[in-house]
Structures are given as C-alpha cells and as structure tokens.
C-alpha cells in the first residue's frame, strides 16, 4: 500500500493548519501512522490520494448511511444549488425537515435547526439552565457532546486519544457547575443530586454511548435517570448526535421506551453537511427567542443544502426502514470479530445496535469510561494497522464507534470478516 501522496499532502498541511488537520483524531497519532487524504467516496468505499481503495467502517463519523455520494441525495443538492445557496431567511424545507424530525421521535414537539452538534450542546444547555433557572448540570465521563467549554470535561473519543480529557483554554470558572458521573452507574448521579439538592437543571447523555467507544445503556439506567428526573425537577437531555436516525429511525430513545425532555441530533439529519438541531417539549421550547427571552441565533441556521441533503436522507429511510438489516449485518460482523479473536487467542468485547457497533481489546465487558480506558490500545494500534494494509479503514482511535451503511454489500462483509482474521493473527 503507497500512501506518498497522502505524506506529502500530510506535511504541506503542517505548514498551515494545527497538526495538519482540522480536527484532532483525524491526525492518526493514536495508530503511529500519517492520516489518509480522502479523494472520493462512493458507496461503501472510500480512496485516497494514491489510489488505495478501503472499505469504510468510518462514515464520516455517522452521517454516511446511505453511504458515500447516494445518487438521490447527490440529485437534490444539484437541484438545490441551481437555487441559491444561503438567504438568511425561512425557506419551506425548514418546516418539512423539522416536521419529519417531530414526526419521527416522539420527544420533539418543537426543534431549532443549528449548524453543528457542538453549537446544538451549547444551546440545549442554556436553555436548560434558562428554563429551570439552575445552574448546575451532570455529564457523564466519556460522553462527548462537542468542543464545548461548560462540556469538555472528561469528554472521550479525541480528548482520550491524546491523553488531554480536560483543555486548556477552559477556564475552571466555566466547568465549575459541570458534575460529572460515570455512565450507567445510577448511584452516582444520585449521589450528586442529594449533594446538589434543587441546583441541578439538567442530565446529558448520549443514550448509547459512542465516544468512548460504543457502550450500551444497562438494563435499567436509562429509565433510573428518567425517574430520578422527574422527582427532582431535573431536565433529561439525549444527546442523539451520533444514535439519532442513526441505530433507528426514532433514535436510541425509541428502542429503549425512554422520553427524554430535549434531545440534540446532527450528523444524519444533514446527509452528510454540516448541522445540528435541539428540541424537545414545547413548553420548554418557546422559551427561545424570538418567542421567548433564552437567546440563540445563526447566519446559515437551517441553510437549504443541508436541509434538502437532511431531508432526502430521512425520506429514504423512512421509505426502507434500513435498520432491521444493518442490525444484522452489524452483529454478524461482531459475531466474526470474535471469532476471529478467539482462534488468535485474543480477549475482545463488542457491541452492536442498529447500524453502529464497536470493540475493545480487553478481557471483561465494559460498560463505562473508566473500563474502557483499560482496554489495550497497543493491540488496538496494530490491529488498525493490519486492517488498513487489508483494505479496510476504521476510526483511527481506540474510543470512537463504527458505522454500517446500507451501501455495504455482503462482499464488503465478507471482505472485511477475512481481513479481521487476517490482522489478528498477527
């Protein structure tokens, strides 16, 4: 496998942007290698600048699930571009996209389009704080919900892969009203509500985890959070960034039964362009400005690219219902994973739900940050770099999910369930 281009573009890109990239896991550091520059992607696969084609277990970190360049989605934004690309003002395909949001799950009576999970998080919990006139809110270590002052505390995936879980750059005066528990651990956030009685506005989580690696809720803790809100006031936020649309069409909280009072979505919803969006009850809802007193705003809020690409996406899986099969298709590659790891003598964990899974090299389950921080990271590396040489591309980091398009063909699964048994006995 060449990669010259890739060095080259890689050393360039040093010259002008921090660590040569323009966020931080893509710089390759956690697997000792230079990061691949993408050309093209279509389908399930993707190329690089020397020509190498990999099968694409990344996805653009979520979003691709209909996979690269959909011949649908690629049409509207062609017939949306002949139009204009930004006005500044309300266009109707706002309405139909957050119509079909509200539809879908449940939770979300009202919405506000964003442009970014990060400036998503970043609203939600303002309007927490604004609504129940709190200040303090519980996060839970590993979960990531953007580069977010208030939330880059313990916060998985990039921060974990180098080493720095809390930023500089954050003043200890924003964190400060920031209680952190550990995921599916009910007791500790119980144990901080009784510290911080009638302080705490708001609980965020991501209902599956997926950047500290892919970490499902336990039996139980989903709906202990949803009780303990209730009784104490407390608002319940889902961060669906990464689940929403994503492991079903309603989102995580419709597989586990779980009706959160706000949820932040991205990724899916924009088909690949950039966005962001919060909603949730009305009541809470319109207390943003313009109908109420809590501030937000954004130039390209709700701009027509990604609301046409968003909303072509979510038409087509509501038409398909494409997630039956990416669950199967995502537990029989776990299924190989194991395996294969078995016949080496390797100990590995996997997860799976939807079209979203993910592995740790570690003898026993993990279930939170701290146990996934155990996980052996030195196999980890090379065993990315054994399935890179094999064609096939994953996240560049021990603590980051995989994803599943309905693009995959079982050729590709056969492909990537050969090369698992292949990296591994190395």
């Not at 949001?101 to 964003?114: G, N």
């Not at 510290?195 to 336990?218: F, H, K, R, S």
Request: aromatic content about 8%; charged content about 20%.
């Amino acid at each position: 496998m060449q990669t010259e281009q890739s060095k080259k573009l890689f050393y360039q890109a040093q010259q002008r942007l921090p660590g040569g990239v323009n966020s931080p896991v893509r710089a390759f550091k956690s697997v000792n290698m230079t990061p691949l520059f993408i050309t093209k992607g279509q389908g399930s696969k993707i190329f690089d600048k020397d020509g190498n084609e990999y099968i694409d277990y990344v996805g653009s970190w979520g979003p691709m699930i209909l996979g690269h360049a959909n011949p649908k989605i690629i049409g509207k934004l062609k017939e949306t571009l002949e139009y204009g690309t930004s006005f500044g003002a309300p266009t109707e395909g706002e309405i139909l996209l957050a119509e079909m949001i509200c539809d879908a799950v449940k939770s979300v009576e009202m919405i506000r389009l964003v442009n970014s999970g990060t400036e998503a998080a970043m609203a939600v919990i303002r309007l927490a704080r604004g609504y129940t006139k709190r200040d303090k809110i519980i996060k839970f270590e590993g979960c990531y919900h953007g580069s977010v002052d208030p939330l880059l505390v313990k916060a998985g995936s990039g921060a974990m892969t180098l080493g720095i879980p809390d930023s500089p750059g954050v003043p200890l005066s924003f964190v400060e009203h920031t209680l952190q528990a550990k995921f599916n651990d009910l007791n500790s956030v119980i144990s901080l509500t009784e510290e911080n009685p009638e302080d705490i506005a708001a609980i965020i989580l991501e209902p599956v985890a997926g950047n500290m690696g892919m970490i499902a809720p336990e039996h139980g803790f989903l709906k202990g959070l949803r009780d303990l809100c209730d009784r104490e006031g407390i608002l319940l936020i889902f961060d669906e960034v990464m689940s929403g649309f994503r492991v079903d069409f309603g989102g995580a909280q419709s597989i586990f039964g779980i009706v959160p009072d706000l949820s932040i979505f991205g990724k899916v919803i924009g088909g690949g362009l950039p966005v962001g969006a919060y909603g949730g009850r009305q009541d809470i809802m319109i207390q943003i400005a313009p109908s109420g007193p809590i501030y937000q705003a954004g130039t390209l809020s709700g701009n027509p690219l990604a609301v046409s690409a968003g909303l072509t996406t979510l038409e087509i899986l509501k038409d398909q219902n494409p997630y039956p099969e990416l669950g199967r298709k995502t537990a029989w590659l776990c299924e190989e994973l194991k395996t294969a790891a078995e016949s080496a003598g390797i100990q590995i964990q996997t997860q799976s739900i939807g079209g979203m899974f993910g592995y740790f090299f570690s003898e026993n389950k993990v279930s939170n940050f701290q146990e996934a921080l155990k996980s052996d990271t030195g196999k980890f590396t090379k065993f990315f770099q054994n399935m890179l040489k094999e064609g096939v591309y994953l996240p560049p980091s021990a603590f980051e999910s995989l994803f599943l398009s309905t693009a995959h063909s079982e050729e590709d699964l056969e492909i990537t369930a050969s090369a698992f048994r292949k990296a591994l006995k190395d």
